[in-house]
């Protein structure tokens, strides 16, 4: 038995998001099956963690336990030849048997493409939200800051994981900016970990500061006493794209 | 009446090509279905030549003739919001009432491009020719020079065009160029047109250039006596982009 672990970048445009669902196309259950069909047996395939439907990831970290020998680079090009073009899996490695993408995980970064143009070009529409309203963009700009450090992000949960018990809605935040590059906004965020939904409901907030209809009182409220607060606007999914995620 | 002219991208992946074909999804005909309901009647969309299925433009120049008196502006939103995401149309101006987007045209540029990598991205894979396999590049970049100039390209035309008499295959070159940006080979050519196929037949005989199977002497033989060639081999559609029409 060995665990083999790699990257795998993926259009979410057409897959109802990262986990298994009976009767659903999704990233991972395309990766089982083929990679079952090379193991020839079922296995299971890890995710650092699940990304919602239609969401993007450069590179995704999976691990997935064989017994078949075959060696990385066959691997690779044996799955990559039989997956869809919409995913690709690059990076093969032999890990550690008790690696685990998710629990091991100590950073991931995202990020959200507001595209802000009159026209979005037909070779972007993919991976943008396309908002080509007003925004008060520096102050989204002033207000991406504050998420940065450590909060709790209850306030910026998903509705039906808001009120779980027992489990700490608090996470660290490394770096996050948003910035604007010709005719986008790039919301960027490193943290130690995302609640679901987390990424999309920040950039909601944010919109929300650039339509004015909150102002950084507001974010810092949200980011001090979250449970007071219904989660949400969540920004559409097109946008986002899980970049990298890092180990120790 | 009056005469409208506008660029048209589109991603044309998904497209049975520019050209209007009975129960066959064309951008020609969306765009006449889209701006007729804004007419209120049948309309004629004419655009500076066709491309073939899965070629992607990101200039394509169109015009339509119009009772409706919709202002510019109002014309482009409507129109881009009745269109697929895959067509955008832009920069649209009034036009002498005889302008012809292919009658007038004096200079297309095309860019093509072949992806180098073993791994090609989800987020590239609609506009490249994916050739993950050995090239002699450099002998495909000396031979792409040979292209530019006025030459007989009846080597170089469709299979089913090349023995039409009566029209010319004379076309003049400005610019043909190929180099190496980062994992992919990118084709840069500028002409006072072009006949059907013959961008990606140049790159078909290109690529021929980087497996060894022809030299540049080759090459120089089919732009001066191309009719005793058979034509092609033809490079795939979806590395092609229409990148802009020139008028004077």
Redesign the interface.
């Known amino acids: 038995v060995r665990r083999l672990q790699f990257n795998v970048?993926?259009?979410g445009t057409d897959f109802h998001g990262w986990q298994v669902q009976p009767d659903l196309l999704t990233v991972q259950g395309v990766l089982e099956s083929v990679i079952g069909s090379i193991e020839g047996g079922t296995v299971h395939v890890d995710g650092s963690g699940r990304t919602d439907a239609g969401v993007?990831a450069?590179a995704q970290v999976a691990a997935v336990t064989l017994n078949n020998p075959i060696p990385v680079d066959n691997f690779r090009?044996a799955v990559?030849r039989l997956l869809p073009?919409?995913?690709?899996?690059?990076n093969v490695e032999e890990a550690a048997e008790d690696f685990h993408p998710r629990f091991h995980a100590r950073r991931k970064t995202y990020e959200y493409r507001i595209f802000r143009g009159?026209?979005?070009?037909?070779?972007e529409?993919r991976?943008v939200h396309h908002y080509p309203y007003p925004l008060e963009e520096d102050a989204m700009i002033s207000a991406a800051a504050l998420y940065a450090g450590g909060h709790d992000f209850t306030a910026f949960a998903a509705a039906d994981e808001k009120d779980a018990l027992g489990r700490s809605k608090r996470r660290f935040i490394y770096h996050s900016t948003l910035r604007r590059e010709d005719q986008s906004l790039i919301f960027r965020i490193a943290g130690s970990g995302f609640l679901k939904h987390m990424v999309r409901n920040l950039v909601g907030v944010l919109l929300e500061v650039g339509k004015g209809n909150l102002d950084a009182d507001a974010v810092c409220a949200r980011l001090a006493n979250g449970s007071q607060y219904r989660p949400g606007p969540t920004a559409p999914a097109s946008g986002l794209v899980l970049i990298s995620v890092e180990y120790e």
């Open positions: 970048a993926y259009d993007h450069l090009r990559n073009l919409t995913i690709r899996i690059s009159e026209i979005c070009s037909p070779f529409r991976w």
